[in-house]
């Protein structure tokens, strides 16, 4: 079970430091009270070969980083390997820098009166090529999910063109857009 933060502001940021790469907000609830805040910590991986990055593509062609939360216990070197590993099929040789990460607020399942805050730290990753058999929970089986090699352009425009997007590829779309202006200026 992924570990859910309730927590004030102040823990939260003390314990996740890192650049700061954008916020979503979906959620209209304003000056939520942090008792009502439902945290989740999450950790995604990029994955470079040459001028292609590891995505996550869905059976409705849009794109996601692989990653996931974090589980109680586990360290975010853990959860960053075990997560790129279930959704590629890929082992995790090297985690070589930490990029950023973004916040996501959105209404909670759980209440009306809960909004929901996710952060995805974002790392530089490298794999071993050799690919092993996927182990997807069930409703990324549902949604097709499966890797895929693209360019940045490509998985920019597999995502602009989804019709029905999931919450993610918000999310993604943003970190992609990031990634695409750095590498045009030499930032990568």
């Known amino acids: 079970m992924e570990e859910t933060f309730r ?36 950790v995604r991986g990029i994955v470079r070969r040459n001028d292609k990055i590891l995505l996550i593509q869905s059976s409705l062609k849009d794109v996601k980083f692989p990653g996931g939360g974090i589980e109680a216990g586990e360290s975010i070197e853990e959860a960053l390997k075990r997560e790129i590993k279930e959704e590629s ?24 009166e809960h909004v929901f805050a996710m952060r995805s730290d974002f790392y530089d990753v490298m794999i071993i090529e050799k690919q092993d058999a996927l182990k997807l929970d069930d409703y990324e089986a549902e949604l097709g999910f499966h890797p895929v ?17 999931k919450r993610w590829t918000k999310r993604d779309t943003k970190i992609l857009g990031i990634m695409k202006h750095e590498w045009e200026n030499g930032d990568a």
């Open 149 to 165: 090699w693209l360019t940045i352009d490509e998985a920019l425009q597999a995502n602009m063109g989804c019709l029905s997007p």
């Open 89 to 112: 099929g890929y082992t995790v040789d090297k985690i070589a820098r930490h990029r950023g990460y973004i916040e996501e607020w959105t209404d909670a399942f759980e209440s009306d």
């Open 7 to 42: 927590q004030t502001r102040e823990e939260y940021q003390s314990r996740f430091e890192g650049k700061w790469l954008g916020e979503i907000r979906s959620s209209i609830k304003r000056d939520v009270q942090e008792s009502r805040i439902i945290r989740r910590h999450a």
